[in-house]
């Protein structure tokens, strides 16, 4: 008599998945954890894309469930991988690790809803966890699709689980409902975002060192520049509040070395608080200004720009010289750089002003200055500083030494990427032997051989050019940006600028380094991929540069949205704040916000829609509940009387007569309301 | 007319001691053209009410003990050759009535039940090829014991569906038995009954059943009870909309008893559980429902709002 298919267990047939919310599972699933397979090693990956065939597979024909042994198996197995990529497992990435495996190991297991649930929430999480590596608009677009679509499966798992649906129900009309959730939150995202307080964030995720660091480092060999010429990466971005100045002016300084150990160039100096040979200038902190200081007159038109720079995990920023700025936690050295007091861990925006018709009163040089800025270890490159000697014997000039040694590499040398290993000295072998450089090898010949002849030179390193974006009158600048220059001392002109590589390959200057090198083999040998390399196909380039400018939009509009915007969208709307005018703006916001929640909540609610008698009728239920009557929600007018008639102390002809009148109202079409309302308000 | 219906209860009450409220129901079902299945154990008096019925309302009554050896000519009837006029002559079977009770329905044939259940939904029957029409009006009582099931043949459920309602008439209460136990014999008494109705007046009362009123309010309510037993979870399946139609003819037929022109959820609620019980099958126990889990079900159910 009974169908049979309903007589099994009621308790595990109430929650089990139907093939359909099963799918929608796996579809939010697969997308979550796409992004998130780049920032981890590939054995995730296969971990996580077994769980998930083995459901295609149980959803495509069926079959058994895997025992919890299996499952539990794979847990141990999983975690012991985790264990041996990283211990100790601190850090983001064995723990997002272990967040993905959690998840497709209970995906696995997974049959009722309970269990569905956990997967759901875990994905949630997921999609917010890749965007603590990148920030992109593009990541930030996955988040979203990823969101809705575990909305959606949500909203699959959480329906009627009698209805039986099948891959032939399937409709997007979920995904439609849940799209009009997430458009009708799209106003309050933007006022939260505009109006909550920004507050920084109170952790910072550690990232392990060997991923964060990239871009020029504090020691410059023979090569490490050419290494960076393998990468596309960005290194930042500069916005610019006027016209872009030409190329060849652009001249990123990042690093001033000074220290030089016979093979590589470093800086010894390990404190923020000294660099460069002088106290680091932090404007607002209450220490009185360094004297180098007065020495650099900061002169002529300012240029002023914002920088978003990538990740580094290091101090040094990036600037045109001379630079000031006025962002907290951020100094100003003698050797005319930017540092920030914290390592640059997260994409950072800094506004800069710099000044490029600077001068230095070049007074005096002091003695440690000097000695620094002139030291050469006595055993390396003999015939470099043999040439030296000579040329300083005829009594030329700094600047006739610089010109004379650039008139030398123009004729003889040549400008190249890939010049080969060299040995001890790498100078000599540099100058006399290979002729063959790139930029770092001129510069540190320039330096040694000013140094060799009594003048007081230094190499800067940083970033030089960049490529222009139109659209947003912005450069980007790529690693293989990254440059060598050097500076000499000139009495009473201070430190001169002298770029070897403007003698040899002016091309390299004026047209950008991709433009020299984009024919040599290692040139981003790192990034076969990379758009970067197909600049000469138009619409790739279109498309790059397009691409480029809407995340420069992002980063520079929606994450270097700070506490100053926000303050300056505050004034621009409000005028000039004080406290209290603040606090009046603030509640006022608050009432509306809240006002438009209430008023929204109000007016899609069904009460709304209802006649009002049978609101009153809720009322008058409610009342009797209170009079301690017990009611259930089909009891009807006759009924109610009856139970106040037998449980309610104060009962009346009131309430009877109430009754009577609601149930003609309601099913005898009489119009009655006018009585109604004079017996309800009667008792009030 | 409704102080009919009230003098028709109030005479076969007169010999179903203390069973006001199934008589009700009989009646109801009879006026809402309906046709009534009573479920109970022997000797509880559901031949009583049939005959007490029949005699109250004139109709012509008919009662068929139905055997496992029952075919359904031996209902519908059968051609026979006369001849002295030399032709078939068709010969009525008892079914060409306008009151039956079958008794112990599940004790014949599905063969015999399915001819019976057509006839209730047709009101005719085909014989040799030719349908011939029953009597108007033709009202069915069925009973059927419940629980000597040895060498019975259950109604399957799509059986069940053509039975307005189902009801038990259940044990009589302590004064009713004594009145019994008294010596007053029930079937004795029905020669007492006075005949209040004709058959021409069930007619009539049945067309003015369709002319009670029905507010939105109450359709409302009507079209949420169905919605909830679709989507409760409580039930195997939900009511189909023949079983809609069903609570609807039902509970107007329980207003028209009440002497009210329009109908009010007190109807509703009267009859739900008479005509639910048996087109539900509970998820929790599996089998059919049971009344009083019906009664719970539905207080749950707000008149007003979902």
Redesign the interface.
């Known amino acids: ?3 049979q298919k ?2 099994s267990s ?1 308790k595990t047939e ?1 929650l089990q998945l139907s093939r359909l919310q099963q799918g929608w599972l796996v579809l939010a699933l697969s997308v979550t954890c796409l992004p998130i397979w780049f920032y981890v090693p590939i054995w995730v990956a296969i971990f996580c894309l077994v769980p998930i065939s083995w459901r295609l597979r149980v959803l495509w024909k069926g079959g058994a469930q895997l025992s919890r042994k299996v499952t539990a198996g794979l847990a141990v197995l999983a975690s012991a991988f985790v264990l041996w990529q990283w211990y100790p497992p601190i850090g983001l990435e064995p723990m997002s690790t272990l967040l993905i495996i959690c998840c497709a190991l209970k995906f696995l297991e997974m049959r009722v809803i309970r269990e569905a649930r956990t997967v759901l929430y875990l994905c949630y999480f997921i999609a917010a966890i890749q965007l603590i590596y990148e920030q992109t608009v593009f990541h930030f677009l996955l988040a979203v699709l990823s969101i809705i679509l575990t909305l959606t499966a949500q909203n699959m798992a959480e329906r ?3 209805q039986q649906y099948s891959f032939k129900s399937f409709s997007l009309f979920p995904l439609k409902s849940v799209g009009w959730i997430a458009l009708v939150s799209i106003p309050l995202t933007i006022i939260i975002f505009l109006f909550a307080p920004r507050v920084p964030s109170f952790w910072v995720v550690p990232v392990s060192e060997d991923q964060a660091v990239s871009g020029i480092s504090d020691t410059m060999s023979p090569g490490s520049i050419g290494e960076l010429a393998r990468s596309s990466k960005l290194a930042f971005r500069v916005g610019f509040e006027d016209e872009v100045p030409p190329r060849r002016s652009l001249y990123w300084r990042a690093l001033v070395l000074s220290d030089y150990d016979g093979q590589a160039w470093t800086n010894r100096e390990n404190f923020m608080t000294i660099q460069d040979g002088g106290r680091t200038h932090f404007p607002g902190s209450n220490r009185p200004a360094p004297e180098w200081l007065d020495e650099i007159l900061y002169e002529g038109q300012p240029l002023e720009d914002d920088v978003y720079q990538e990740p580094t995990s290091q101090h040094w920023l990036f600037a045109l010289a001379a630079p000031t700025s006025q962002e907290n936690g951020l100094g100003m050295t003698k050797g005319l750089r930017l540092v920030s007091r914290q390592p640059i861990t997260q994409r950072v925006k800094y506004s800069v002003t710099s000044y490029p018709d600077y001068r230095m009163t070049g007074d005096v040089l002091d003695y440690r200055d000097r000695y620094r800025n002139l030291h050469l270890p006595d055993e390396f490159n003999p015939r470099t500083r043999e040439l030296a000697e000579s040329w300083a014997s005829q009594g030329l000039s700094p600047d006739q030494l610089v010109s004379r040694l650039f008139s030398l590499f123009r004729s003889e040398h040549t400008y190249t990427l890939n010049p080969g290993a060299f040995g001890t000295d790498s100078i000599d072998e540099f100058m006399f032997d290979r002729t063959r450089g790139f930029c770092e090898h001129f510069a540190q010949a320039t330096v040694f051989l000013l140094r060799a002849a009594g003048v007081p030179a230094r190499i800067v390193s940083g970033y030089q050019g960049g490529e222009l974006n139109a659209d947003g009158n912005y450069l980007m600048v790529y690693q293989y940006d990254a440059h060598a220059w050097a500076e000499y001392w000139v009495e009473g002109r201070g430190w001169v600028h002298a770029d070897p590589t403007t003698a040899v390959s002016p091309e390299r200057i004026e047209m950008g380094a991709r433009e020299i090198l984009k024919e040599d083999p290692d040139f981003l040998a790192d990034d076969v991929f990379s758009l970067a390399r197909m600049q000469d196909i138009n619409w790739l380039n279109w498309l790059r540069l397009r691409m480029d400018s809407v995340n420069y939009l992002w980063v520079s509009w929606i994450l270097g949205y700070d506490n100053e915007q926000q303050f300056d969208l505050w004034q621009g709307l409000f005028g000039d704040l004080s406290i209290k005018r603040l606090m009046i703006i603030l509640s006022v916001l608050a009432v509306l916000i809240m006002g438009a929640i209430g008023f929204n909540l109000w007016w899609i609610s ?1 009460e709304r829609k ?1 006649p009002r008698t ?1 609101r009153q ?2 009322q008058f239920r409610s009342e009797l509940l209170k009079a301690g009557v017990d009611l ?8 109610l009387a009856e139970q106040s008639r037998g449980q309610n102390p104060n009962h009346d002809s009131r309430i009877d007569a109430l009754c009577q009148l609601f ?1 003609q109202h ?4 009489v119009d009655n309301r006018q009585k109604i309302n004079a017996l309800l308000k009667k008792k009030s | 007319m409704p102080n009919q219906l009230e003098a028709a209860v109030e005479q076969v009450s007169r010999v179903l001691l203390g069973k006001n409220h199934a008589v009700r129901l009989a009646v109801a079902c009879m006026v809402a053209r309906g046709h009534l299945l009573i479920e109970d154990l022997p000797g509880l008096g559901k031949t009583t009410l049939a005959q007490a019925l029949g005699r109250v309302t004139g109709l012509d009554y008919k009662r068929v003990q139905f055997t496992s050896d029952m075919l359904p000519a031996d209902l519908t009837g059968f051609s026979m050759f006369d001849k002295e006029s030399g032709k078939f002559q068709f010969q009525e079977g008892p079914i060409f009535c306008q009151f039956l009770l079958a008794d112990e329905i599940n004790r014949c044939s599905p063969k015999t039940q399915s001819a019976l259940l057509e006839a209730m939904e047709e009101r005719q029957v085909s014989v040799d090829g030719e349908s011939r029409k029953l009597p108007e009006p033709f009202f069915v009582i069925a009973t059927q014991n419940p629980h000597s099931l040895a060498g019975t043949f ?1 109604l ?2 799509s059986q069940l569906d053509r039975f307005l309602m189902r009801i038990s008439l259940g044990y009589p209460d302590a004064a009713a038995e004594r009145e019994i136990l008294e010596g007053r014999n029930p079937r004795e008494n029905i020669s007492e009954i006075e005949q209040v109705l004709l058959a021409e007046h069930l007619l009539t009362l049945q067309e003015a059943v369709s002319q009670v ?1 029905a ?1 939105d ?2 359709m409302d309510y009507l079209q949420r009870l169905i919605k909830a037993t679709r ?1 409760s ?1 409580l039930f ?1 399946h939900g009511i189909s909309p023949r079983g809609g139609l069903a609570l609807m003819q039902a509970s107007k037929a329980w207003a028209m008893l009440e002497g ?7 109807d509703v ?1 009267a009859v739900v559980a008479p005509v639910f019980s048996h087109r539900l ?1 509970s ?2 126990s ?3 429902t049971s009344v009083v889990e019906i009664e719970q079900w ?9």
């Open positions: 008599m009974v169908n309903f007589t009621p109430k009627d689980p009698w069904e209802r049978q009728f809720d259930e929600p089909g009891f009807t007018p006759s009924r149930e309601f099913y005898a079409g | 259950p399957p459920e009123k507010s309010v109450v989507e979870g195997v009210r022109d329009y109908l009010s959820p007190d609620q099958n998820r929790t599996g089998g059919q539905v207080e749950t159910i707000d008149i007003l709002a979902s």
